[in-house]
């Protein structure tokens, strides 16, 4: 369905949704009563979260599954790495299924952004090997950051413009569609380009593309330096997928990277405050949870996943409360 990428402010009140109507995920998955309310959200597990336990891609399926996750978020390199071991894409997407799971995105690299007019078609190039990999094992999504062109180096020439990166995004966006998996445009708040909520909603909008959408993420609109209330700009069916994580207080701004974000709720977002703001405005999606923190990755798999949903869930549980 195309859809435009911004709110009418007769829009957002239609959108709004009525708590009455919203269900909340218990222990056995989303559409449960077990808390009283059912979520209108669905819970992924970006693997990131238990990268340091060295875990193949059939194991972090399992883990995904037992702490009872709707989807997940794998990571390309580990697909890739299975495959290269001679494992069987068809026998992941069936593991994976039978396991009552679905791959909400899954997490690549390719420089399809970059100036370089050799380098960006390798990247393309790598975008739809990455593609083709996705869908074979049941994907639709993929995130697409601006990798290549988000840590410029001292008398490295100007990022591209938002105009330049627009025309980009739409030429990933039609590769895609020859494919079958849609690049989600993702913000990456520490990046001199698409860090921050105005310029992912102008590239995307730019694209001038139906299948344009946005992949936000807490943290990195913390990072970014932008304010909570431009995610009502963005029309709710252009954020399939949102990382959901949390950050503490300290480090400082200029100084918070990747590996201090915690689990949701262990943090100073307000997260409840911006979730039910999400939710009036019609978000449906999948609340995917994307962590690096060191000291998880000393933890149980398991432990840390289970944790990390429930936590997930009580967030959006204290969001439909207010």
């Not at 963005?234 to 990747?258: C, K």
Request: proline share 8%.
């Amino acid at each position: 369905m195309h859809r435009r990428l911004f709110l009418s402010a007769a829009t957002a009140g239609i959108l709004s949704v009525p708590r009455s109507m919203v269900h909340d995920a218990g222990a056995d998955g989303v559409g449960s009563t077990a808390a009283g309310i059912n979520l209108p959200v669905r819970f992924s597990l970006n693997t990131s979260t238990i990268r340091g336990q060295n875990l193949s891609i059939p194991e972090q399926v399992a883990v995904t599954a037992e702490a009872g996750y709707d989807g997940i978020e794998p990571w390309i390199r580990d697909v890739q790495k299975y495959v290269e071991g001679g494992g069987d894409p068809a026998d992941l997407r069936k593991r994976i299924a039978d396991a009552g799971l679905t791959v909400e995105s899954a997490i690549g690299f390719a420089q399809w952004i970059v100036d370089d007019d050799s380098a960006r078609q390798a990247g393309l190039d790598e975008a739809r090997r990455d593609m083709e990999l996705v869908k074979s094992i049941g994907g639709t999504r993929i995130a697409a950051p601006p990798i290549g062109a988000h840590r410029p180096k001292p008398g490295d020439p100007p990022p591209p413009s938002l105009p330049v990166i627009a025309q980009r995004y739409r030429a990933l966006l039609e590769l895609g569609a020859e494919i079958g998996v849609t690049p989600m445009l993702e913000l990456w708040g520490f990046s001199p380009v698409l860090g921050t909520l105005g310029e992912l909603a102008y590239v995307s909008a730019g694209a001038m593309h139906p299948d344009a959408c946005v992949l936000p993420d807490f943290y990195h609109i913390y990072k970014g330096g932008n304010d909570f209330a431009g995610l009502g700009m963005i029309e709710a069916s252009r954020m399939p997928v949102f990382h959901i994580n949390d950050y503490p207080a300290t480090p400082a701004l200029s100084e918070i990277g990747d590996k201090d974000r915690v689990f949701p709720g262990d943090g100073v977002c307000p997260l409840p405050r911006i979730i039910r703001g999400l939710i009036d405005h019609g978000f449906a999606g999948t609340f995917s949870l994307e962590l690096f923190n060191p000291h998880y990755y000393q933890r149980d798999a398991l432990a840390v996943a289970t944790e990390g949903l429930q936590k997930s869930r009580a967030v959006v549980r204290a969001a439909m409360q207010l």
